[in-house]
């Protein structure tokens, strides 16, 4: 036979109310990630090439315009040339006569 009494054969029991556990609140984790810099790198090396490129074509004009100026130069000389030529030639005609 059990009775109600907490001390039986020796035994002492105990009982103690533990509170209800706290509900469990959601948690939201942010995970910021960063490049390693690839990005960058490949935009530099782009810009890099873009100035290259024009410098280049900016030079290839004015090589152009050198050019010209130098082919213009050089019809002028064998204008002036050819009208030595005709000078010397008309002088020579001229003592024939």
């Not at 090396?45 to 050019?67: C, K, P």
């Amino acid at each position: 036979m059990m009775s109600d009494d907490p001390i039986d054969n020796g035994r002492i029991e105990t009982r103690t109310a533990q509170p209800a556990p706290a509900p469990v609140q959601p948690s939201v984790t942010v995970i910021e990630r960063r490049g390693g810099g690839g990005a960058m790198v490949f935009a530099l090396v782009l810009l890099v090439g873009i100035v290259v490129a024009a410098l280049f074509l900016f030079n290839r004009g004015h090589n152009d315009r050198v050019q010209t100026e130098a082919v213009s130069q050089a019809a002028r000389d064998v204008g002036a040339a050819a009208d030595k030529v005709g000078d010397a030639a008309q002088d020579a005609v001229n003592k024939i006569r």
